[in-house]
C-alpha cells in the first residue's frame, strides 16, 4: 500500500510540475490585426490582455513578430506606450510625451491603439524612420 501511495504522489507531482511549466494555452486569448504605414501585418495575431490597476497590456504570444501595447484607462483612454517588433518589417517605439505620438480608443468591444512610432525597417536598421501604426485587439 505504501508503494502505489509513493507512485500516485510521484504521477501527481510529475503533472503538477510539467503543467506549471507548460505555455499558456491558446484558448482564451484574444486577436489583433495590426497595419505598419496602412498595410497589414500577418494574419490575425493572438494576444493577451490584460489589466493592472488603471492599465491594460495588449501582448502578443510570440515575441517576434509581435507588439506590446499599454492603455491608461480614465476619463480618456491614454497610451502610455507600443513596442512592435519586426511586424511589416519594421522595428518601433511610442512613448507617451516623449517617443512618436498615438491615440486609443475602444472600438467594438476591443481597443484600438494607432499613431507614429519611431524605429527602423528590417532592409535599413541603421537609419531610424518613423511608421504609422494601428492596431486592434478584441480584448
Not at 489583433?32 to 493572438?46: D, E, H
Not at 507600443?82 to 516623449?98: H, K, L, Q
Not at 505620438?101 to 491603439?113: D, H, I, L, P
Amino acid at each position: 500500500m505504501k508503494r502505489r501511495f509513493s507512485a500516485v504522489a510521484a504521477l501527481v507531482v510529475a503533472v503538477g510540475l510539467a503543467g506549471c511549466s507548460s505555455p499558456p494555452s491558446a484558448l482564451g486569448t484574444s486577436d489583433a490585426r495590426v497595419l505598419i504605414n496602412g498595410k497589414a501585418t500577418n494574419a490575425l495575431q493572438p494576444v493577451t490582455c490584460t489589466q493592472t490597476g488603471t492599465n491594460w497590456t495588449i501582448e502578443t504570444l510570440e515575441e517576434e513578430p509581435g507588439f506590446t501595447a499599454t492603455i491608461r484607462l480614465g476619463d480618456t483612454l491614454t497610451p502610455e506606450s507600443v513596442t512592435i517588433r519586426n511586424m511589416g518589417n519594421f522595428t518601433g517605439t511610442f512613448w507617451a510625451d516623449n517617443l512618436g505620438k498615438a491615440q486609443a480608443r475602444v472600438s467594438e468591444g476591443g481597443f484600438n491603439v494607432s499613431g507614429e512610432a519611431q524605429g527602423s525597417f528590417a532592409d535599413k536598421p541603421n537609419q531610424t524612420t518613423t511608421a504609422s501604426f494601428d492596431i486592434s485587439a478584441d480584448c
